[in-house]
């Protein structure tokens, strides 16, 4: 999911796991385990597209890498407080200066750069900056008044293992219930565990989960209020969790009735929620030839899934089909892809598993703009495959309303029909 569920997640599961003994500084620690295996975007520097889509949510986010990075992050953490580093007045001044210009960047771009271009932010974003600068003040002052605790004598080189491993053990298991997937069992095997219970992105799951850490993180290490707090955060994204489960369910029932309804006949399908949600629900059906698009709202009153025939045309790909490329986004997209063939004869793959920008919007004669698309050049004997970033320009181009516009869509399907 996104950097800030995963940041959240660690945190919370660090409080459990050595809250007691470290306090805030173990919800620190969480929300850096929780990001380690996300850092694998680096790759993104060094490789291509389809070479970074391989990398991604691969060994990082493995049993096997929460293992084996657990006591080597643990024994660092360690040392950092059996040396005393934290102590340090460089130290202090580089972390204070660090989180004094993250705020400075949030308070920039969500309400400085918009007022000088004339735009007024809303009241809820003015009132979300402030409170993250009351809590940063509060901090930093909290900070430099704090004794030093002998913190690094009295939690052990397995403590922090421990935290370490469950807070970077849990980032993946998250993950695997999107539709992106992890490859949870390398280097065993490569596949993707991909549930499709729960969008990349839902803020219903995160933000009650966060307010919860948040206002645990100011009680006094070691109380009950400040468990009870924390568990209610956890509680709170399980139960989310639970009904998201229950719809997955309730979803599948209602594809397999109205396949069988229009008498698709079917190999197999799958279907995930939209981003932002888990009520609006996309769904891929494979045939012999085809594949046949619908969605559906747990508001739906009406029966029946309305699906769009999309062509494979895999034949499109017989020259390619050896290529490393072709080969990594087959698997990638678990075999859920069609070909197009624009206008300039070039080729554009589409992963359907994500479905489209546009799935929301009932009219046949719009074509659709799928979500995860790929560019296939073969241009003076060289093969390149790029993903596509036509959507994001676009999106910005229109300084965000194509980008509010789908949303608006979105959330008219989602109350139903």
Known sequence: MDSLTQITLGAAVAEVTLGKKAGNRAMIWGAVAGTIPDLDIIANLFTGDIHALAIHRGFSHSITFAVIAAPIFGWLVYQFYQRQIDRSKIYKGSMTTIIGLLYLMILGSAVIVPTIRGEIPSLLTAAIVVGMGVLT????????????????QRITWREWSWLFFWSVFTHPLLDSLTAFGTQLFLPFTNYRVALNVISVADPLYTFPFLICLIIASMMTRGTNRRAIANWAGIALSSLYMLWCVNNKFKVNRAFETSLQYAEIP????????VIFNNVLWNGTAETEDAFYMGMYSINDKRPHIKFRKIPKNHELLADYEDTYEIKTLRWFSNGFFNVEEKADGKLVLNDLRYGSANSAVDDENEALEFVFKFDIADKDGKFEVTESRQMREEALNDEGESMADMLQTIWKRAEGI
């Open 266 to 273: 079917y190999i197999r399908y799958t279907n995930g929620p």
């Open 137 to 152: 003040i509060r901090y930093l002052w909290k900070y430099y008044r704090t004794e030093w605790s002998d913190i690094g």
